[in-house]
């Protein structure tokens, strides 16, 4: 902002940010879906912006409140901004590596962990775990050297291509303009339980890894 300070913003589970005049039945409480209502501020928009210039205004809602609204101050930082690993897009295989080398836990379980690489959520650790032919459950001191370097590739695959088409609509997200991504029409495992592995055509298998739900093919990934 002019002043220096940083308004910090994560969308949590089911936040959306988007513009006033956004149209989409995904901004409408289920009730509303049905009929040609457009968006009006309801009790689960929690930040209203106003710009100066008189432009659109912008909008923060969130239906069950995981996301978060933050003002830093200039100069100042933010516990959870310092606790975060390299950026997900900038990471390579050797940050992976590093931290998968001595640790037991599954490697889907680190490759969730922001605190090693940040911004690979579940739908890309999925997708990226399929691309580099590993399976989730794979302990992590039992990743090689190179299937990091794939995994790490793979999940810059996956979230650049997502950023190219918009992002993944599944429940809640909305672009600014309030239109759908559709990243959600390209997934290989994510959500694929029962269909054909795009590679093999062996039915995905879903399980649970700490709590996440994961997709993955009993065939292809190892």
Known sequence: MDSGATLLLHLGMTGQLFGEGATSKRLLRAAERGGNAGFSPD?????????????????????????????????KSDARLDKLGIDALKAEGEHLWEAARARKIPIKTLLLDQGVIAGIGNIYADEALFLAEVRPTRPSNKVTRQECIALVAGAQQVMRRSIQTGGSSISDYVNPDGSDGGYQNERRVYGREGEPCPSCRSPIVRIVIATRGSCYCPHCQR
């Open 43 to 75: 009790l689960h928009t929690h930040l209203q912006l106003e710009f100066e210039d008189g432009g659109p205004r912008v909008f923060f809602r969130d239906v069950r409140k995981f996301g978060k609204v933050l003002l830093v101050g200039a100069g």
